[in-house]
């Protein structure tokens, strides 16, 4: 996977190794370290056992370099976004969801959806074409 994965606000890549690294907080505010694989559709997530959360809670994704905020609450509260630059050096937004087992990715060129992964994946994608302009 040669795919890097950078800050829109600050453009500092995310991506080491293999995860892409996030700075998050919990709704208790519980402050941490999160990982998630750069593979679409992976919902693998690796954090320490002290970041506790709920399924279904609502996690705050941040730029672990410039500490911005990741959500895009213009589009929808529970959506976040990192960029992503491909092999051929094209770049894509990618929109996830920030809440705790919801499996939604959205791939996203130009305002068009690309691609969508994950079985919730369907509920959010009538923010681009049809849905509200992002
Ligand atoms: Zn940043």
New binding site residues.
Partial sequence: MKNNYL?P??R?ELKIKDYIIFSAETEKGIKGIILLSPKLGDYTIIHDDNFKYEEGEHIDFF?P??R?SLAIPEVNKDLAEVIMIDEKNVEYKIVFSEIAGKKCTIKIKDQNIIEAFGEDADEYQNFWGVGPRY
Avoid: G, L, N, T
């Fill in positions: 800050c606000k600050c500092a730029c370099v410039c911005s």
